[in-house]
């Protein structure tokens, strides 16, 4: 099953539209530098919430590079959720120079 992806410079531009940004690492990633706005919900409790990702318009996945992301979006639109994955993942987003946030800011 073909997923969609995109660029964090896509990305930057979505969420400034509203999107939803979902971060399936574990605690400890997130809390060493996520994106701002991203929600937490690591990937093995994917199935479990999948409720948390319904709702208007696609919802974004990211990771660390891409890879999780990649599953829990082919394992979303195996249940009729459009999601999509940022390329590259967190540490393209780093990369790029944007801000991130660390901790618990």
């Known amino acids: 099953m073909a997923i969609t992806e995109i660029s964090v410079d896509e990305l930057d531009e979505r969420l400034a539209e509203g999107a939803r940004l979902v971060d399936v690492r574990q605690p400890y990633e997130f809390e ?5 706005g991203a929600v937490l919900l690591p990937l093995a409790t994917v ?3 999948i409720d948390a990702f319904r709702g208007e318009g696609p919802v974004f996945i990211i ?4 890879a ?3 599953r829990a979006c ?3 639109a195996s249940h009729g959720i459009e999601a999509v994955n940022v390329a590259g993942g967190t540490l393209a987003w780093i990369r790029s120079g944007r801000d991130y946030l ?3 800011e």
């Open 32 to 36: 060493e530098a996520r994106v701002s």
């Open 47 to 49: 199935p479990d919430n």
């Open 63 to 66: 990771c660390k590079t891409g």
């Open 68 to 70: 999780r992301s990649a």
């Open 74 to 76: 082919e394992f979303l």
């Open 102 to 104: 660390s901790g618990n």
